[in-house]
């Protein structure tokens, strides 16, 4: 544990305010989003600039005590969590809420790592633009671990992860020194791209202050449709319908089972099927455009859909007609994880596949989990456009001590995920980040040149090791259990 003596220096440097001590202050912030890992710190650091930030640092370099960066602590995969013997401190970012500079001209938000999502996003709506990146937890996540995990989402297939919208950056390095990277340059040959090592980093080489965001036109007018298909291959077959028709105006396409929808239904109140007809699958559409120009989206898409139908692609489909409409299909889309959770214990996979592959994955690897674990039910919903599947594994019906159920099924079943998305050529994380909940499987998945080289990096940046110890980087005892490359 770390002594008084050390957050009295701590003390010393930022100020009471700066410093929080009082365990039930501190207790909602040492464990993850999910509940799955709890940890234990002496103390919440909590500096309000970046010059405060870098001081911080280097007096935990002199100190020898490890830091935890921390925004919104969303993280899905204990990545924000501090360890459990209590030897590091948390360095909450959540006092630098600034947002810098907004400009409609440059289409560039400079914003500190402590601003709010949709804080960001009104901020952009105000001056007619937005930040095209959205997720569940966008009342709560922060830019900083945002742009640290390289979160998706729902728009990806139109604008991209957080590599493609982060167009600057700052950052205090462990030794303390200020990464300045915030000039938003078209063009920079200067060697190793310093900022797309941070990004998705983890916060294991850097802690970001500040990004440089890309922002676009805010929508004028959308159409949001959604159609019953008979197999994720069908959709598969309407996305590139609706890329060849619809062009680049796509803005989201999901798929998802009607097992999913009917959580939904059952758990959320006032939801509804968009469509009459029972249909196995689902698919979610949304097409925006930036100008009124004539035809309008509604009609473009009614087109789309119709030639889908006549194709035999389509059952059944429908548009909404007013934006009340449309927010109700969005709401069953983004109401899909709590009614998963909801069902019971279950084990929840955030992994991708090339997009080629991902209908036959969905199906396939659904029905190989429930065959070698007799009793669970498996299903998968996700973002077709760039082969992100979210694939669960409920535990059997009347399962009711879950943590039991997953640690004497989890390893296995987890690893039997993996193997099959490392078998399609997937990645066993697409958006949510390794932490340390995944850290094992990328060491027994990964070549060994892939994490000799995530090693190297973190070992040139960070020597001391001080940076969100035990994420992403896997430990030297779990390369006993490499098996091969990934």
Same mark, same amino acid.
């Given at each position: 544990m770390?002594?008084?003596?050390i ?8 100020g009471?305010k700066?410093?929080?001590t009082n365990?039930d202050?501190?207790a909602?912030?040492v ?15 909590s500096p ?14 002199e100190?020898?005590?490890p830091?935890v960066?921390?925004? =919104?602590?969303?993280s899905? /995969?204990?990545?924000?969590t501090?360890? *459990?013997? !209590?030897?590091?401190?948390?360095? +909450? @970012? ?19 790592a =402590?601003?709010?999502l949709? /804080? ?5 709506r *105000?001056e !007619?633009?937005?930040?095209?990146l +959205? @997720?569940?937890?966008k ?8 742009v640290s995990t390289?979160a ?7 604008h991209?992860t957080?590599?493609a ?7 205090v390095?462990p030794?303390?020194?200020?990464f300045d990277?915030?000039?938003a340059?078209k063009?920079?040959n ?15 080489l850097?802690?970001v ?11 004028v ?7 019953g298909?008979d197999s994720?291959?069908?959709?598969l ?7 060849a028709?619809l062009?680049?105006?796509i803005e989201?396409?999901?798929v998802?089972a009607?097992?999913?929808?009917g959580f939904?239904l059952?758990?959320i109140?006032?939801?509804?099927s ?8 689902h698919?979610?559409?949304?097409i ?23 194709q035999?692609?389509v059952?059944?489909?429908?548009i ?14 983004e109401?899909?994880s709590?009614?998963?959770?909801a ?5 929840q ?5 090339p997009v080629?592959k991902m ?6 690897a659904?029905a ?6 007799p009793?669970t039910t ?9 082969g992100n ?12 001590d879950?943590p ?11 690893a039997?995920v993996h193997?099959a ?14 932490g ?5 499987e ?15 990096i ?7 090791g ?6 992403l980087?896997p430990?030297p ?5 490499a098996?091969?490359?990934?």
């Amino acid at each position: 544990m770390i002594g008084q003596d050390i957050i009295d220096r701590f003390t010393a440097l930022l100020g009471p305010k700066g410093v929080t001590t009082n365990m039930d202050d501190i207790a909602p912030w040492v464990s993850d989003w999910r509940g799955r890992y709890h940890g234990a710190a002496a103390a919440i650091l909590s500096p309000d600039s970046t010059h405060l930030v870098a001081e911080t640092v280097k007096l935990a370099a002199e100190l020898g005590v490890p830091l935890v960066p921390q925004g =919104g602590n969303t993280s899905m /995969v204990g990545g924000a969590t501090p360890p *459990a013997d !209590g030897s590091a401190l948390i360095l +909450s @970012l959540r006092r630098m809420n600034r947002i810098r500079s907004l400009s409609a001209q440059d289409n560039v938000a400079v914003c500190e790592a =402590g601003v709010i999502l949709s /804080v960001l996003h009104d901020a952009a709506r *105000a001056e !007619g633009r937005r930040f095209p990146l +959205s @997720l569940g937890a966008k009342g709560s996540a922060t830019i900083g671990g945002l742009v640290s995990t390289n979160a998706g989402g729902t728009q990806v297939l139109r604008h991209g992860t957080m590599r493609a919208l982060v167009d600057g950056l700052e950052a205090v390095l462990p030794d303390g020194s200020i990464f300045d990277g915030l000039d938003a340059l078209k063009k920079d040959n200067r060697g190793y791209d310093i900022k797309q090592l941070l990004i998705g980093a983890e916060g294991t080489l850097g802690i970001v202050t500040a990004a440089s965001l890309r922002l676009v036109p805010a929508i004028v007018t959308r159409a949001v449709g959604w159609a019953g298909v008979d197999s994720p291959e069908q959709a598969l077959r309407l996305l590139r319908l609706a890329e060849a028709t619809l062009g680049d105006s796509i803005e989201g396409f999901e798929v998802i089972a009607d097992d999913s929808l009917g959580f939904v239904l059952g758990h959320i109140p006032g939801t509804r099927s968009p469509i009459e007809t029972r249909t196995p699958w689902h698919v979610l559409i949304e097409i925006d455009h930036a100008d009124l120009s004539d035809p309008g989206p509604g009609e473009r898409l009614e087109g789309a859909l119709a030639q889908a139908m006549e194709q035999g692609i389509v059952i059944d489909a429908a548009i909404a007609t007013n934006e009340t409409q449309a927010e109700a299909f969005w709401r069953i889309r983004e109401s899909l994880s709590e009614s998963e959770r909801a069902q019971g214990p279950a084990l929840q996979y955030d992994i991708s596949v090339p997009v080629a592959k991902m209908p036959a994955f969905m199906i396939e690897a659904a029905a190989a989990a429930e065959a070698a674990f007799p009793g669970t039910t498996a299903s998968s919903f996700g973002h077709l456009g760039d082969g992100n599947v979210h694939f669960h594994v409920r535990a059997p019906k009347g399962t009711s001590d879950g943590p039991a159920w997953i640690a004497a099924q989890g390893q296995a079943i987890n690893a039997f995920v993996h193997d099959a998305v490392v078998a399609a050529g997937g990645s066993i994380s697409a958006e949510h980040g390794i932490g340390q909940m995944k850290r094992a499987e990328l060491a027994r998945l990964s070549s060994p040149a892939r994490i000799a080289a995530l090693r190297a990096i973190k070992t040139a940046f960070d020597p001391q090791g001080l940076f969100n110890p035990g994420k992403l980087i896997p430990l030297p005892e779990e390369d006993d259990h490499a098996t091969g490359p990934a």
